[in-house]
């Protein structure tokens, strides 16, 4: 009995237990999301209606909803930000999977890029600052605070499983998720506009000027007219609109870490072992129940974040001061190289492609051919590498990572809803090549562009998901063990001989000065070298990461074939065509920035 009370309190979790297991946690969940449903259904009605110039909401109702909005989100973060650091035990635990430093990285670039763009915003709204209303002005300057109270608290935050005041985390959590996706939606109407205005001016057909914006509606609600006359008010317009994509990104990033924040509001983990801080990233973020504190399966591979910061398996560090792997030390460098040259060659057609669309027809069609001839070419060939990888995978030996994982249920709930965007621009686009007319060398590029575009979007899907449910690799099985002891072994008691292992590939243990200290031996242990299958997914992951990253330039930042080529225009009418592209283009301009963060994470991991 004794022995069983001294062993007791070594198996409980030494972080503190701020508050009782919940009694409903979907209550608390379902209130919050009622919340975020009502909220972001408001935002949707404004944003929408201000699109439309015969809808009485002026852009200015729309700015101020989402100015309201940040300023509410800054100070809940504020609100939580103070009431975690001043209360015992608020975060007893830290979810190691959550805000990987590529994510957060990714949103502090996005930022930094999002605080550009509001100082773009406000020099042109304060060009013509005596017909403006003040609102204009003051909603760039709030997302600029509202995007730098954001991104430290995600900075800091992104692992917390709090145990204060959960429903009123869970309500913030998703109101600031809310936000997040209003600021969204707002600047993707805002860059759809200015695409079917540039389309329109272009084309030179007014039939389509009720999706056009109002000239006088770029000045108060009383229809006072503003114009942007000067050489540096034109500069700032423009440049707030090729850092849109930026914004976007930023906010759509946000709000899956915010998502994941909110999923592990009153979580319960595996504790720490003793000694080890309680809010340790390292610790397993399998849930369990507090009152079975059972070990976790022994047999089951670890889950994938325990080592996101290594090159390789982290059973060969020794404790020895290795040198910090490069980043292609363990690729072929075929998949850096291939990725590399996609990309340049990929910058140089879409500069062609900015260039000539907008010109002659004979120009338009020249860019076309290059946009579609390189897209069909790119996207062939990542659907070849990213099968290559799914076939490596029926070779690999590590086992599947069932553990529970809110991070990675997330991205691949993101990479399969992102994709429906483009796999349903492609089929529309299918079906107005094959029922309609003409059919030419340009039609039968985009009827070619369309089905390649389906075929890479469900070989990387299928690669990237598979890939994120395997366990870190471990290391090879080394050969079979002899008999005989290791060779270049100094010992100062012979007697420890028996005690070792049988020696395998691992290399000589000796002393290079030749001096010799009683009860020590000189460990000098080179890392193994890595296996051709993990080579192989390390090139295929940085190949597919670089052809993502050149295939969501492109249409960020205005390349739009869809309006140029004629094809679907013709067939379904402007209004419908651009409502399809305008409501699916940016789902797929997400898919690729999010495919670029979880092979990130697969490059990591293999």
Excluded at 158 to 175: E, Q, Y
Aim: hydrophobic share 45%; net charge negative; glycine share 8%.
């Amino acid at each position: 009995m004794s022995e069983e009370l001294a062993a007791g309190p070594k198996e409980r979790p030494p972080a503190p237990r701020a508050a009782p297991r919940e009694v409903w946690k979907k209550g608390g969940r379902l209130l919050s999301v009622l919340l975020a449903v009502n909220v972001l259904l408001l935002a949707c009605t404004l944003i929408s209606g201000g699109a439309f110039n015969k809808v009485a909401v002026y852009d200015t109702d729309v700015f101020a909803l989402l100015t309201t909005m940040m300023l509410l989100a800054a100070l809940w973060i504020l609100f939580y930000l103070l009431g975690t650091a001043r209360i015992p035990g608020a975060v007893p635990y830290r979810d190691a999977h959550a805000g990987p430093i590529w994510l957060r990285g990714g949103l502090v670039l996005f930022g930094i890029c999002t605080l550009v763009m509001d100082v773009f915003k406000t020099g042109y709204y304060s060009s013509f600052f005596e017909c403006q209303s003040a609102i204009k002005i003051l909603h760039p300057l709030t997302q600029a605070v509202f995007v730098i109270v954001q991104t430290y608290f995600l900075w800091v935050s992104a692992k917390d499983c709090v145990h204060v005041h959960l429903d009123l985390a869970r309500c913030g959590l998703m109101f600031t998720l809310t936000t997040n996706l209003a600021i969204w939606m707002a600047a993707v109407v805002d860059e759809s506009m200015h695409q079917a205005h540039s389309y329109i001016t272009s084309h030179g057909n007014g039939s389509y000027s009720r999706l056009a914006p109002d000239p006088k509606r770029a000045g108060d609600a009383a229809g006072g007219q503003c114009e942007c006359n000067t050489a540096i008010c034109q500069i700032f317009q423009q440049g707030y609109f090729y850092l849109y994509p930026f914004n976007i990104e930023y906010s759509l990033f946000a709000s899956t870490m915010l998502y994941v924040m909110w999923k592990n509001v009153g979580r319960f983990l595996a504790g720490p072992s003793p000694g080890h801080a309680p809010d340790h990233d390292h610790a397993p973020s399998q849930d369990h129940a507090p009152a079975h504190d059972h070990a976790p399966d022994h047999g089951h591979a670890p889950t994938q974040d325990h080592a996101p910061d290594h090159g390789h398996a982290p059973t060969h560090d020794h404790g020895h001061g290795h040198a910090r792997p490069s980043v292609f030390r363990e690729t072929f460098f075929v998949g850096p190289v291939l990725g590399l040259l996609l990309f340049v060659v990929g910058l140089a057609v879409f500069i062609i492609y900015e260039v000539q669309v907008s010109g002659e027809g004979a120009h338009t069609q020249q860019a076309l051919v290059a946009y579609y001839s390189f897209n069909i070419v790119c996207l062939g060939l990542m659907t070849l590498v990213s099968l290559s990888g799914s076939v490596i995978y029926r070779f690999d030996r590590r086992a599947m990572d069932h553990h529970k994982n809110p991070t990675r249920t997330l991205d691949v709930a993101l990479l399969m809803g992102a994709a429906l965007g483009q796999y349903a621009i492609s089929y529309y686009s299918i079906v107005a090549v094959v029922v309609g007319t003409p059919k030419d060398m340009l039609a039968a590029l985009n009827l070619a562009h369309a089905l390649v575009m389906i075929a890479q979007h469900t070989s990387q899907n299928v690669f990237i998901i598979e890939s994120l449910h395997r366990g870190p690799p471990t290391e090879e099985p080394p050969p079979p063990a002899t008999k005989e002891p290791c060779h270049g072994l100094t010992f100062a008691n012979l007697d420890a001989l028996h005690a070792l292992p049988a020696c395998s590939s691992s290399p000589g243990l000796v002393d290079p000065g030749g001096a010799q200290h009683p009860g020590e031996a000189v460990d000098v242990i080179l890392p193994p070298k890595t296996h051709w299958r993990r080579r192989c997914l390390k090139d295929i992951s940085l190949f597919l990461l670089l052809c993502n990253v050149i295939l969501w330039v492109m249409p960020a930042f205005g390349a739009r074939p869809h309006f140029s080529n004629t094809v679907e225009v013709d067939f379904y009418g402007y209004s419908l065509w651009a409502a399809i592209v305008n409501v699916c283009l940016p789902f797929g301009i997400f898919y690729r920035m999010h495919a670029v963060s979880s092979l990130l994470e697969v490059y990591v991991l293999s």
